[in-house]
C-alpha cells in the first residue's frame, strides 16, 4: 500500500473510531485492527493518535485560510466576493472535511479544535463584513447556530443579504 493511501486509511479510520469513542481512548491497536494495517504501518507515518487528530484539524483549517486568500484575491468592487473558484474549493473542503467536522466537534471530539476554527471563522467574517456594521448582527448567529454552521452556510447567507439589502435601509 502506497504512503498516501495508507495515511488516508488510518486518517477514515481515527474518524469512524471519534463516532463512539473519546480521542484519548483511541489505541493504535484498535486503529491497527479496524483498518487491517500493522502497527509498524502506522508508526510509519504518525507517532500517535492524537497526531492523527491534530494533522486532520491543520489541514482542514489550512484549506479554510487558503480559501480565505482566494476570497481577499478574487473580492470585486465593494468588497463583494466573486462566485467562482473559492467556492468549488469550500464545496470539496465540506465534502473532504465533513465526517471529521462532525466527529471533531462532537461529543467525543477535541474542544481544542473548536477554539482554533472559532478564530479562523471569526478572522474572515470580521473581515468580510465588520467594515459594514454588521459584525454585532452576526456575531449572535455565530453564538445561536455553532461556528461550523456559520461557516457552512452563514458566509453565503451574509453575502445574498449583502446583495439584495434595500439602500434605504441604514445598518447600525
Known amino acids: 500500500m502506497d504512503k498516501s493511501s495508507a495515511k488516508m486509511l488510518i486518517r477514515t479510520t481515527v474518524v469512524e473510531?471519534?463516532?463512539?469513542?473519546?480521542?484519548?481512548?483511541?489505541?493504535?491497536?484498535?486503529?491497527?485492527?479496524?483498518s487491517n494495517l500493522s502497527r509498524t504501518t502506522f508508526y510509519r507515518y504518525y507517532p500517535s493518535v492524537d497526531a492523527v487528530v491534530k494533522e486532520m484539524g491543520d489541514d482542514l483549517l489550512a484549506s479554510i485560510r487558503r480559501t480565505q486568500e482566494i476570497d481577499r484575491r478574487t473580492q470585486g468592487l465593494g468588497g463583494m466576493r466573486k462566485t467562482g473558484t473559492s467556492d468549488l474549493i469550500r464545496a470539496q473542503i465540506l465534502y473532504e472535511y465533513g465526517p471529521f467536522i462532525r466527529v471533531v466537534t462532537g461529543v467525543h471530539g477535541d474542544p481544542s479544535f473548536a477554539y482554533k476554527a472559532v478564530a479562523v471563522i471569526r478572522e474572515r467574517l470580521q473581515e468580510e463584513v465588520g467594515s459594514l456594521g454588521?459584525?454585532?448582527?452576526?456575531?449572535s448567529s455565530l453564538c445561536l447556530r455553532g461556528s461550523f454552521g456559520a461557516l457552512i452556510t452563514g458566509l453565503p447567507s451574509i453575502r445574498t443579504l449583502l446583495q439584495k439589502r434595500p439602500t434605504h435601509v441604514k445598518f447600525p
Open 17 to 34: 473510531l471519534m463516532e463512539t469513542t473519546d480521542i484519548p481512548d483511541i489505541t493504535v491497536t484498535a486503529v491497527c485492527k479496524r
Open 134 to 139: 454588521l459584525i454585532r448582527m452576526f456575531s
